[in-house]
């Protein structure tokens, strides 16, 4: 398996595919790419983080930057202080929601955002070299993510007292990554009555790390003998945030960012230019259409949301992975901007959260996988859909959108697989579209 390079970073297994001689390398490219300045550096919880760190912190000083070093800290939080404190840029060391053995580099510009395409690739072909200046000193930032949450009590879409006043209790599971403090700090902050299930820092991952329902077993069950009102969980960087509700049930990913979008249409802001990307559920049009406010969509990728963000002047958006942009906080999928804008939908919903769920629309949708071996056809895949009802989007693979369904397949920007999606109005009708792609598939 080859390291995988991408507009998400780089991954790899660590000590394989990925070492921290490969990672200096891109680290010191990163670095010639970068305007003159400090460099936040990052990690999540995963125990071989540490080797990374230590050896990105080394190339760097050597290279005569500062490094405004913060440890673990979740991924958005590092790209709230990059745009705060108006740093050169950062790297968080994470693989995000990959398994344990995996580890990866995420490349901030100095706007906290993801690097754009075009820079990325300068990162990724390793031509930039940088003049060696005089040593670059360390400069610790500890519980950096206080000014993160500080942000977030403090935005104007949120009404922080009706929340208090609820006093919600609430089940935490960060999976013991990068979160362990800050969301909890959040809630309480929040009045909240938390209550934690693996929220240390030793980076063992006691359950799969993407927070997709089968992997939250445990949360829901201490929702349940807690009689608690809401569970939430993150991956190891908490970019994405995963919801239980009040019964227990997992509500799927794609509800974290439906949910996110109606409170904020819905109680604080007019007609709004909604961005999310091509595998997002239609959910979102759903509602953007209910409150006088329109959807476009980007290919799938953060950084490729957050540009079109910027293009359209647009306030909010995300991916259907659980992740909510809330550009007034910074341009970046942050699951605890997601945790406060979901408690403030329930708190001004003065409903439980069951029967919020009631009145969303929801799907069914299906996200399978086909191990990479060679690029797929997508031409023969046409040719397999051909009536008049349907639309041929080709901006990032193939998605074929009829009325009331859709399928979308595309390579991953994070694993060798090529991922097939589908939504529609029953599990049936998903499956086929799913089945349909892979009987006739050849790669």
Same mark, same amino acid.
């Given at each position: 398996?080859?390291?995988?390079?991408?507009?998400?970073?780089?991954? /790899? #297994?660590?000590?394989?595919? +990925?070492?921290?001689?490969?990672?200096?390398?891109?680290?010191?490219?990163?670095?010639?790419?970068?305007? !003159?300045?400090? #460099?936040?550096?990052?990690? %999540?919880?995963?125990?071989?983080?540490?080797?990374?760190?230590?050896?990105?912190?080394?190339?760097?000083?050597?290279?005569?930057?500062?490094?405004?070093?913060?440890?673990?800290?979740?991924?958005?939080?590092?790209?709230?202080?990059?745009?705060?404190?108006?740093?050169?840029?950062?790297? =968080?060391?994470?693989?995000?929601?990959?398994?344990? $053995?995996?580890?990866?580099?995420? *490349?901030?510009?100095?706007?906290?955002?993801?690097?754009?395409?075009?820079?990325?690739?300068?990162?990724?072909?390793?031509?930039?070299?940088?003049?060696?200046?005089?040593?670059?000193?360390?400069?610790?930032?500890?519980?950096?993510?206080?000014?993160?949450?500080?942000?977030?009590?403090? +935005?104007?879409?949120?009404?922080?007292?009706?929340?208090?006043?609820?006093?919600?209790?609430?089940?935490?599971?960060?999976?013991? /990554?990068?979160?362990?403090?800050?969301?909890? $700090?959040?809630?309480?902050?929040?009045?909240?009555?938390?209550?934690?299930?693996?929220?240390?820092?030793?980076?063992? *991952?006691?359950? /799969?790390? $993407?927070?997709?329902?089968?992997?939250?077993?445990?949360?829901?069950?201490?929702?349940?003998?807690?009689?608690?009102?809401?569970?939430?969980?993150?991956?190891?960087?908490?970019?994405? +945030?995963?919801?239980?509700?009040? &019964?227990?049930?997992?509500? !799927?990913?794609?509800?974290?960012?439906?949910?996110?979008?109606?409170?904020?249409?819905?109680?604080?802001?007019?007609?709004?230019?909604?961005?999310?990307?091509?595998?997002?559920?239609?959910?979102?049009? =759903?509602?953007? &259409?209910?409150?006088?406010?329109?959807?476009?969509?980007?290919?799938?990728?953060? #950084?490729?949301? =957050?540009?079109?963000?910027?293009?359209?002047?647009?306030?909010?958006?995300?991916? !259907?992975? !659980?992740?909510?942009?809330?550009?007034?906080?910074?341009?970046?999928?942050?699951?605890?901007?997601?945790?406060?804008?979901?408690?403030?939908?329930?708190?001004?919903?003065?409903?439980? *959260?069951?029967? @919020?769920?009631?009145?969303?629309?929801?799907?069914?949708?299906?996200?399978?996988? @086909?191990?990479?071996?060679?690029?797929? %056809?997508?031409? &023969?895949?046409?040719?397999? *859909?051909?009536? %008049?009802?349907?639309?041929?989007?080709?901006?990032? /693979?193939?998605? @074929?959108?009829? $009325?009331?369904?859709?399928? &979308?397949?595309?390579?991953?920007?994070?694993?060798?697989?090529?991922? #097939?999606?589908?939504?529609?109005?029953?599990?049936?009708?998903?499956?086929?579209?799913?089945?349909?792609?892979?009987?006739?598939?050849?790669?």
């Amino acid at each position: 398996m080859k390291l995988i390079t991408s507009i998400s970073g780089i991954r /790899g #297994i660590y000590g394989k595919t +990925l070492t921290n001689s490969i990672a200096s390398s891109y680290v010191e490219s990163f670095s010639a790419l970068q305007s !003159g300045g400090k #460099i936040l550096l990052a990690q %999540d919880s995963r125990p071989h983080g540490k080797e990374i760190y230590k050896s990105a912190c080394d190339i760097l000083t050597k290279l005569g930057r500062d490094v405004i070093s913060c440890g673990i800290i979740p991924t958005p939080t590092a790209q709230y202080i990059i745009k705060k404190e108006k740093l050169a840029g950062g790297i =968080v060391i994470t693989a995000s929601h990959n398994p344990i $053995e995996w580890n990866g580099l995420k *490349f901030l510009d100095n706007d906290g955002c993801f690097l754009n395409a075009d820079k990325m690739n300068k990162v990724l072909s390793k031509d930039s070299k940088s003049s060696i200046n005089n040593a670059g000193k360390i400069i610790k930032s500890e519980n950096s993510y206080q000014d993160h949450i500080k942000n977030i009590l403090n +935005l104007s879409c949120i009404n922080i007292n009706e929340i208090k006043a609820k006093k919600f209790k609430v089940v935490v599971d960060t999976v013991n /990554g990068a979160a362990y403090k800050a969301l909890p $700090e959040l809630l309480e902050k929040l009045n909240c009555n938390v209550i934690k299930i693996y929220c240390d820092n030793d980076g063992t *991952f006691p359950r /799969g790390t $993407e927070p997709i329902p089968s992997h939250l077993e445990d949360l829901s069950k201490a929702v349940t003998s807690n009689n608690a009102d809401i569970g939430f969980a993150t991956d190891p960087d908490a970019d994405r +945030l995963a919801i239980v509700d009040n &019964h227990g049930n997992p509500i !799927g990913e794609e509800s974290t960012l439906v949910l996110a979008l109606e409170s904020y249409l819905k109680y604080y802001k007019g007609s709004q230019k909604v961005v999310t990307n091509l595998s997002t559920s239609m959910a979102v049009d =759903v509602i953007a &259409h209910q409150y006088n406010s329109t959807v476009q969509r980007s290919s799938v990728g953060e #950084i490729n949301v =957050v540009e079109k963000m910027k293009e359209l002047d647009s306030a909010i958006g995300g991916e !259907g992975n !659980g992740g909510v942009i809330l550009e007034e906080s910074h341009l970046g999928r942050d699951s605890l901007v997601a945790a406060a804008m979901v408690l403030n939908h329930l708190a001004q919903s003065n409903l439980p *959260f069951d029967k @919020i769920l009631e009145d969303i629309p929801r799907y069914v949708m299906i996200k399978d996988k @086909i191990s990479l071996q060679n690029d797929i %056809d997508l031409k &023969h895949i046409k040719t397999l *859909f051909q009536t %008049d009802d349907i639309t041929f989007i080709e901006d990032d /693979g193939l998605k @074929i959108v009829w $009325e009331d369904k859709w399928i &979308h397949i595309r390579k991953s920007n994070t694993e060798p697989i090529i991922r #097939i999606i589908s939504e529609a109005d029953t599990f049936a009708n998903a499956k086929n579209l799913i089945n349909h792609i892979k009987e006739n598939i050849s790669i």
